[in-house]
């Protein structure tokens, strides 16, 4: 399996999506109600659950655990493109999830056979709109039905893979951990937008970048997502809770004479109306972008290289989320087609013994920034907890769903997934703290300290970062790679640093990790969109700068197209000159 990260949203349809996106204060109504008592709904859900649980507890197989779970959003998107308006859409949908287990804890429907996914990989169906509630119980009643005969086929098929199958000693862990029940209700939220200003807004800064004549394509999305979540479980679990997320996503693309495509991108996410971005501070951003992506286009190719790097924040947070994040989802750890590189390191050193690592969802805003990666409830109604994964270089623990291992048997509230796909154990809010951090300055003159040592013409600076991925399956190599936009050469001799382009930064986790010599003292954050088994889900990892004594890049791939033989018409002498 190959986890990415990037910045941009993954929006399908409705059913399938679970992110966070944008409006703007002036442009938008919203509203969230504090709850006085628990919603109907979710008192129908139970009414079901209850009966469900009495008839099929005692059917063959029997029942040992259902949950059912009501994902109720409300989605609107404006989008446009170099002037003009690409889109304008509003939706409202529901999303019912059923999940039955057969079989027990310890071994039941899910098991994982050899290679092969789990039977339950797509649940739900599109469900009714209104508060109908008899209607709603018949649903819950048919999805149920549908559920439990899937269950009790793959059950089948589980045990009688056992007679021909090894397990392993993590891959013999139960299939499902037991759980304290939960109770909670929080707000309800609406949301109404007025899309006519965005889309007057999406022209604006879509124009914006058409000054450009190295612009050759521009997008710029504005979107809105109100979320409420209702789910009961067997086990006595009742939650009802609601959230709106807003972003606002700026997308430029150009061509370098040589045919290498140049991207960059930037986004806004805010969580209230009162913190949208005002056109300055778009428009701002938006000259910056024109700016960094005409000097990319005559930037000069960089050749692989292996040597002293140094990685601002938000790139160093990026390489945390791939190098390590992945490798601590405890679902990994039990899998035999995954690679385990920390499976049998809990109470080893892994990091220089100056750098610590937790993942906090409970964290909302981080230095006044929003953190994308924040929930209260995991997708399988656990309590988000804040997991110490490292403490001072040595690993402590795992990220855990209620899939659980040997000596983990129970979730820390990490079990995620978008909409349609089975929750497992996923990062949220990453964050990584350092006892040996010095200002950005002295980080910077270690790095010519080092590129000095080495006897290396140059050292590189990674200012800004796309995303990555990482190979984390067994029969791959145990490599990640991370995609730099921004990239300088660090010349030992005092001389101005140099954008260049064209590398990407790929190494192997263990050496990779052990290579980290320093810290910045300025945390920075990078909010994006994660996708893996559990389809994409939105997370944030924060970091400070750091220095890497060798990091190895090599050279990104490109396209063999060239640029437009035309310049584009308003900036076309020519052109301008027969409309005269």
């Known amino acids: 399996m190959k986890p990415t990260l990037t910045h941009r949203s993954l929006i399908a349809a409705l059913a399938v999506f679970s992110a966070a996106f944008a409006t703007s204060a002036k442009d938008q109504h919203s509203k969230v109600t504090e709850p006085t008592e628990a919603p109907a709904i979710l008192a129908t859900m139970q009414s079901e659950l209850d009966r469900s649980m009495a008839g099929y507890s005692k059917a063959d197989p029997p029942v040992y655990f259902i949950s059912y779970t009501i994902a109720d959003r409300e989605y609107a998107e404006v989008s446009g493109s170099n002037g003009a308006l690409l889109s304008s859409t509003e939706n409202h949908a529901r999303w019912l999830e059923v999940q039955t287990r057969v079989g027990s804890f310890k071994q039941d429907?899910?098991?994982?056979?050899?290679?092969?996914?789990?039977?339950?990989?797509?649940?739900?169906?599109?469900?009714?709109?209104?508060?109908?509630?008899?209607?709603?119980?018949?649903?819950?009643?048919?999805?149920?039905?549908?559920?439990?005969?899937?269950?009790?086929?793959?059950?089948?098929?589980?045990?009688?893979?056992?007679?021909?199958?090894?397990?392993?000693?993590?891959?013999?862990?139960?299939?499902?951990?037991?759980?304290?029940?939960?109770?909670?209700?929080?707000?309800?939220?609406?949301?109404?937008?007025?899309?006519?200003?965005?889309?007057?807004?999406?022209?604006?800064?879509?124009?914006?970048?058409?000054?450009?004549?190295?612009?050759?394509?521009?997008?710029?999305?504005?979107?809105?997502?109100?979320?409420?979540?209702?789910?009961?479980?067997?086990?006595?679990?009742?939650?009802?809770?609601?959230?709106?997320?807003?972003?606002?996503?700026?997308?430029?693309?150009?061509?370098?004479?040589?045919?290498?495509?140049?991207?960059?991108?930037?986004?806004?996410?805010?969580?209230?109306?009162?913190?949208?971005?005002?056109?300055?501070?778009?428009?701002?951003?938006?000259?910056?972008?024109?700016?960094?992506?005409?000097?990319?286009?005559?930037?000069?190719?960089?050749?692989?290289?292996?040597?002293?790097?140094?990685?601002?924040?938000?790139?160093?947070?990026?390489?945390?989320?791939?190098?390590?994040?992945?490798?601590?989802?405890?679902?990994?750890?039990?899998?035999?087609?995954?690679?385990?590189?920390?499976?049998?390191?809990?109470?080893?050193?892994?990091?220089?013994?100056?750098?610590?690592?937790?993942?906090?969802?409970?964290?909302?805003v981080f230095g006044g920034q929003m953190l994308l990666g924040n929930y209260l409830y995991d997708d399988e109604g656990v309590k988000a907890e804040s997991v110490q994964l490292v403490d001072h270089g040595v690993l402590k623990t795992f990220l855990m769903s209620r899939s659980p291992l040997v000596d983990i048997p129970h979730s820390n509230g990490h079990g995620r997934r978008q909409l349609g796909f089975v929750p497992v154990a996923r990062q949220g809010n990453l964050i990584v703290s350092s006892t040996n951090a010095v200002s950005n300055e002295q980080l910077r003159a270690k790095l010519i300290e080092l590129v000095k040592a080495q006897g290396k013409p140059f050292g590189l600076l990674i200012d800004d970062i796309a995303g990555g991925f990482t190979f984390t399956g067994r029969g791959q190599p145990q490599a990640f790679q991370v995609l730099p936009l921004v990239v300088y050469k660090v010349f030992p001799d005092g001389r101005p640093d140099q954008l260049v382009r064209g590398v990407d930064i790929v190494g192997t986790p263990l050496v990779s990790l052990t290579k980290i010599v320093a810290t910045g003292n300025k945390p920075e954050i990078f909010n994006g969109y994660c996708g893996a088994e559990s389809g994409s889900v939105p997370v944030s990892a924060v970091a400070p700068a750091i220095l890497i004594s060798e990091m190895e890049v090599q050279k990104k791939e490109t396209s063999t197209d060239r640029p437009p033989i035309l310049p584009p018409p308003a900036h076309d002498p020519e052109s301008q000159g027969q409309k005269q």
């Open 109 to 364: 429907n899910t098991h994982k056979l050899g290679d092969r996914q789990p039977s339950w990989t797509s649940p739900g169906t599109a469900t009714i709109l209104a508060d109908d509630l008899p209607v709603l119980s018949r649903e819950i009643w048919r999805e149920t039905d549908k559920q439990y005969r899937a269950a009790s086929q793959a059950l089948i098929k589980v045990k009688t893979s056992q007679q021909v199958q090894v397990q392993t000693a993590e891959g013999a862990a139960p299939d499902f951990s037991a759980e304290a029940p939960r109770t909670y209700t929080g707000p309800h939220v609406e949301m109404r937008v007025d899309r006519a200003p965005w889309e007057a807004r999406v022209r604006k800064y879509t124009t914006a970048f058409s000054q450009s004549p190295a612009v050759l394509n521009s997008i710029v999305t504005f979107t809105a997502l109100a979320a409420n979540q209702y789910e009961v479980t067997s086990e006595g679990s009742k939650i009802a809770f609601g959230q709106i997320h807003y972003r606002l996503e700026l997308y430029v693309q150009s061509k370098a004479p040589d045919g290498m495509d140049i991207n960059r991108y930037n986004n806004f996410d805010w969580l209230t109306p009162k913190d949208a971005p005002d056109d300055k501070t778009v428009l701002e951003h938006i000259q910056t972008m024109i700016q960094e992506t005409e000097a990319l286009d005559k930037a000069p190719l960089v050749d692989p290289y292996a040597g002293p790097a140094l990685l601002t924040g938000r790139a160093a947070a990026v390489f945390f989320h791939e190098v390590f994040g992945h490798r601590s989802e405890g679902f990994r750890q039990k899998d035999i087609n995954e690679g385990q590189t920390f499976t049998s390191k809990i109470g080893e050193q892994i990091l220089p013994d100056f750098l610590s690592i937790k993942d906090d969802p409970t964290e909302s």
